[in-house]
């Protein structure tokens, strides 16, 4: 498992195009190129990229590099290419390379026209619906009596004193992790929420308060609605290309799939019970 795994990685690496070829690095009058650090944090570390690391980082990719340069030297010198395996392990990684380039080949291929992107649009508007949302601020505490204390606080303002007001109690009063921001929750749609905290919010007026103590299961909120954000849905051109990529992985699966079935039914195979070789 471990040869085709390094198979796999050298394949990935062969096959990775890449732009930045600066020289990081000369050993022995061979020099590693950022395309070089490029590739080794792509197959290490996919999640990040060489130019995404900081300074220390980089060096130490850059020391790894120098340090493989200096194995594979080490590597000839003692005769490693002349061995059985070596050409084994090479012929693994050609065929590696061989089905991955026919892959890409096959992806390339299919092709999806923007009226099919629309079309999927059109049929699948329920899935790019954006729901209602609120803008909203709390205040948590422990009883119904602390809450009802701070709502005849805030009941007689209004507008921009309501808020600075709602926020000065929030960070002195509040319970809650939100109360360093000033209970401020951001934007969320009902389903964030538990319900009777969405029941009460969504039936607020922008710039208002509840007037009742709302309790949860985590204790007595007195709510500051900001603003409601009605339902949208989200623009075909911003999902565009998401769609062509969504249908051409689609039409790749399907067309993989129905030439592996072709492919079998013209071969000769036989694939031994594995029950019996134990």
Do not use: C
């Not at 090479?90 to 065929?95: E, V």
Request: charged share 30%; proline share 3%; glycine share 4%.
């Amino acid at each position: 498992m471990k040869l085709v795994k390094s198979s796999l990685i050298v394949a990935s690496m062969l096959l990775t195009s890449l732009n930045a070829s600066s020289v990081v690095a000369t050993v022995n009058g061979k020099n590693i190129t950022q395309e070089d650090a490029s590739m080794f944090v792509q197959v290490s570390a996919p999640q990040s990229t060489f130019e995404s690391l900081n300074n220390a980082q980089k060096k130490m990719v850059v020391e790894r590099l120098v340090e493989r340069e200096l194995f594979i030297e080490a590597a000839k010198k003692e005769g490693v290419e002349k061995k059985p395996e070596f050409a084994e392990h090479l012929a693994k990684i050609k065929d590696e390379i061989l089905v991955n380039l026919w892959m890409q080949d096959q992806m390339n291929n299919t092709i999806v026209s923007n009226s099919e992107a629309k079309d999927f649009y059109d049929k699948n508007k329920e899935k790019y619906k954006v729901p209602q949302k609120a803008k909203a601020k709390h205040i948590l505490v422990k009883t119904e009596d602390e809450a009802k204390k701070i709502i005849s606080e805030l009941k007689a303002l209004k507008g921009e004193a309501l808020k600075k007001k709602f926020v000065e109690l929030a960070k002195s009063k509040s319970v809650g992790p939100s109360k360093v921001n000033g209970g401020d929750l951001g934007e969320f749609s009902a389903k964030q929420m538990v319900p009777e905290f969405s029941k009460a919010t969504f039936a607020l007026k922008d710039g208002t308060i509840t007037t009742a103590p709302v309790k949860t299961q985590f204790g007595f909120h007195v709510i500051y609605l900001e603003k409601l954000i009605p339902e949208s849905t989200i623009k075909f051109d911003d999902v565009k290309e998401n769609i062509i990529q969504q249908l051409k992985q689609q039409q790749f699966n399907t067309k993989i799939t129905e030439v592996s079935k072709e492919l079998k039914s013209k071969a000769k195979i036989t694939i031994v019970d594995l029950n019996k070789t134990k």
